[in-house]
């Protein structure tokens, strides 16, 4: 707007006489042509339009046609009065990403939120504020994301006093849970070997599996939950598999697989298009958590707002990754009582499975 201010009155005469003149010669040209001439000019716009365009289109489209098949999806059961929600996070955020309407009517109904987070996300280094962060910027990451995760529940409604956060390495849970189960894992990102943010649940534990087990396995024990959320093991993220791994052993420990339910975060191909903030769209079920038997939950306009400001708590997230963050506030949320397909729900040669004289190999 500056520069049109300044332009000087003659100025502003040949800017539109040399318009005048671009017009006058575009329609002496297009009049010069054949019918089919014009007709090969049009669709040759179009099509550079369509391919600079296409992947909106796409998304659009492919957002449309799942909304279909979403809304044959059957309900999934709501809060009751006595009702206590935990949901086990990897980082801080996927708990808003995965159940923010959820964990708002369990508390309008009279229930009880638990939110457990394993890591604090100490790992992202982008979001640090620098391409190669120090140790020690990385370690400043946890406590202001911790710090963004009490805001974002906030934003729910929930009190801090909700939250348990484990301190274990980002970007190290499948380490913990695989070869580091009893040996001591150091995060690459950090340099700890044990949890040491202050107000984590137990400061000076080792970064090993069998120490994340035994934690979980005492708040599952003491916090009593009715429903446990937790990631899928088919999600993409190593951290969120390894999160579901952890989850279920500790819950079947203690008898109460029936409990648990799942859902999924990196779906794969783009999970959700379209990106960017579509309130009014369904989610729709991830590509990697084909077969899984999905219920959707349906969200009010508030629970949608409230879901969106949440979301919007994670500030070291949104600035680098808000169009996929706010992707996830849609009509409804997806939740699985299975965490991996039922034999019978897909085809053999499905999902990566084959039959190999009656024995299933991966």
Same mark, same amino acid.
């Given at each position: ?14 800017? /539109?006489?040399?318009?005048?003149? *671009? ?43 799942? #909304?279909?098949?979403?809304? &044959? ?51 992202? +280094? ?5 391409? *190669?962060? #120090? ?20 934003? /729910? ?12 390495? +980002? ?50 024990? #003491? ?14 993220? &190593? ?18 697989? +029936? ?36 219920? &959707? ?66």
């Amino acid at each position: 707007m500056p520069l049109v201010r300044r332009l000087a009155p003659w100025q502003w005469l040949l800017l /539109l006489l040399a318009l005048y003149l *671009l017009l006058a010669e575009a329609l002496r040209l297009w009049l010069g042509l054949l019918w089919a001439e014009r007709v090969g000019l049009v669709l040759a716009a179009l099509g550079v339009w369509a391919f600079v365009n296409g992947r909106f289109i796409f998304a659009y489209y492919h957002a449309l046609a799942t #909304s279909l098949r979403v809304r &044959r999806l059957p309900l999934a059961p709501g809060p009751g009065p006595g009702e206590h929600l935990l949901v086990l996070a990897p980082h801080p955020d996927d708990e808003v990403l995965a159940a923010a309407g959820l964990m708002r009517r369990t508390l309008e109904a009279g229930g009880r939120v638990s939110v457990v987070y394993l890591t604090s996300g100490d790992a992202f +280094d982008l979001a640090a504020g620098s391409p *190669l962060p #120090s140790k020690e910027a990385m370690r400043r990451l946890a406590l202001r994301r911790m710090v963004e995760a009490w805001r974002g529940l906030e934003a /729910l409604g929930l009190p801090r006093d909700s939250a348990y956060f484990l301190g274990f390495p +980002d970007q190290g849970l499948f380490a913990l849970f695989t070869t580091h189960y009893y040996l001591p894992y150091e995060s690459p990102y950090t340099g700890l070997k044990a949890v040491a943010y202050p107000g984590c649940y137990r400061l000076g534990l080792s970064y090993t599996g069998k120490a994340l087990e035994a934690t979980l396995l005492e708040l599952l024990s #003491s916090l009593k939950p009715t429903r446990i959320l937790l990631p899928s093991p088919l999600d993409a993220h &190593r951290d969120h598999q390894a999160t579901g791994y952890f989850g279920m052993q500790a819950a079947a420990s203690l008898g109460m697989e +029936d409990r648990l339910e799942y859902y999924l975060i990196h779906g794969g191909y783009q999970y959700p298009l379209p990106k960017g903030l579509h309130p009014r769209l369904p989610l729709y079920p991830p590509p990697r958590g084909r077969g899984l038997p999905w219920r &959707r939950f349906p969200l009010t306009e508030e629970e949608v707002r409230l879901k969106e400001k949440a979301i919007r708590a994670h500030r070291s997230q949104m600035r680098l990754l808000g169009r996929f963050l706010l992707a996830f506030v849609r009509q409804n949320e997806l939740y699985s009582p299975l965490p991996i397909p039922a034999r019978e729900a897909l085809a053999p040669e499905e999902e990566g499975w084959a039959v190999l004289e009656g024995r299933e190999v991966l």
